[in-house]
């Protein structure tokens, strides 16, 4: 056998990876924000083609609807052909597109004014109700979460276990709306401490706030003990714990930075799920949001109204996601590297 009878290795080309990023002189910041704001573009075009298509396949007559049964048929054919809803689908969805582009969502149906200024008008409220339930879900979700932990940390108290648990998994799985119903039927109803429903003073917003965090705060509250539950039993806490520190030290100091991130992360989709739980709790409590809104143009076929609304709504809820894998980033920055 020759020299040049030598089968050479067989040279396979490296699969591009993040890593080769830094190795073109790329940052992993520019990969990373450039993949998120590609899934976003697509997760938008996702939500407007879903918002168009799917309030259509309500069976019904929205203009017929709108100007009601005793008018004549040369009023609905003309205001159906002024509003564009004689064209084929794809045209109207073009032209949908077309308004959305240059901030034009159209005009309510119903209500005969813009759906931007009943988005600008309602769009307050729903956000009041969503912020104020997450902000009372971390306020109690992760002291709590801390604190079972610690009661129950290497097998203790067992029967404090099991309660916490049965508890908190039975509460985390009852829906908004019927634990809106008992709220208003014990504390409104019964003992007329607190209103049925609207907006106005503070003591309006109590039963809504509780009905859309009560569920909130037991789920997060079981994922938080899970996760101090593994950080209570690293080496270091072990080390700090051999050095005497205080208990409160302990756990604020260096049990705490560490479940920040995965309270973040729960925290963003929790939001996204609050401002989801919004249409059924303001529907109950009569709020003036985007929830009852949503709820009567779809009842009423205002498609520009319905197509609108849940827009926002699912962007609200995209953003969030972003500014949540934003932060964790900051926090973490190994994880725009393991971001898939």
Do not use: C
């Not at 052909?81 to 004689?86: C, F, S, Y």
């Not at 801390?146 to 009852?174: D, H, N, Q």
Request: no cysteine; net charge positive.
């Amino acid at each position: 056998m020759t020299e040049h009878d030598t089968v050479a290795p067989l040279q396979v080309a490296a699969a591009p990876t993040r890593d080769n990023d830094r190795q073109r002189g790329g940052s992993p910041w520019v990969g990373f924000l450039l993949r998120r704001t590609g899934r976003l573009l697509v997760s938008i075009v996702v939500l407007v083609t879903v918002a168009f298509f799917m309030i259509r396949l309500i069976p019904g007559d929205p203009i017929r609807n709108a100007l009601g049964i005793n008018a004549a048929q040369s009023v609905v054919e003309a205001k159906r052909e002024a509003l564009g809803l004689n064209l084929p689908l794809w045209e109207q969805y073009l032209r949908f597109w077309q308004g959305l582009l240059t901030g034009d969502l159209g005009e309510s149906f119903t209500l005969q004014i813009p759906v931007t200024t009943v988005i600008a008008q309602r769009l307050p409220a729903t956000l009041e109700l969503a912020l104020l339930a997450l902000a009372v879900m971390l306020l109690l979700a992760i002291p709590i979460g801390i604190g079972a932990a610690a009661l129950t940390r290497g097998g203790r108290r067992r029967g404090f276990e099991l309660g916490y648990t049965t508890v908190s998994g039975f509460i985390a799985v009852i829906p908004e709306f019927l634990i809106g119903v008992g709220l208003v039927y014990v504390f409104a109803v019964q003992t007329h401490l607190l209103p049925v429903a609207g907006r106005g003073g503070p003591e309006t917003y109590i039963l809504p706030v509780a009905a859309l965090s009560i569920g909130a705060v037991a789920a997060m509250s079981r994922i938080v003990r899970a996760e101090a539950l593994s950080v209570l039993d690293q080496d270091y806490i072990r080390t700090a714990r051999a050095k005497r520190m205080s208990r409160w030290r302990l756990y604020m100091r260096h049990s705490l930075p560490n479940l920040l991130t995965s309270a973040l992360t729960i925290g963003g989709l929790v939001l996204g799920a609050l401002i989801a739980g919004t249409v059924l709790v303001e529907t109950i409590f009569a709020w003036p949001g985007l929830g009852t809104t949503i709820v009567d143009s779809i009842r009423t076929k205002d498609y520009p109204l319905a197509q609108g609304v849940v827009i926002v709504y699912g962007l609200i809820v995209l953003l969030v996601t972003l500014v949540v894998d934003i932060v964790l980033v900051v926090l973490d920055p190994r994880s725009a590297l393991k971001d898939n």
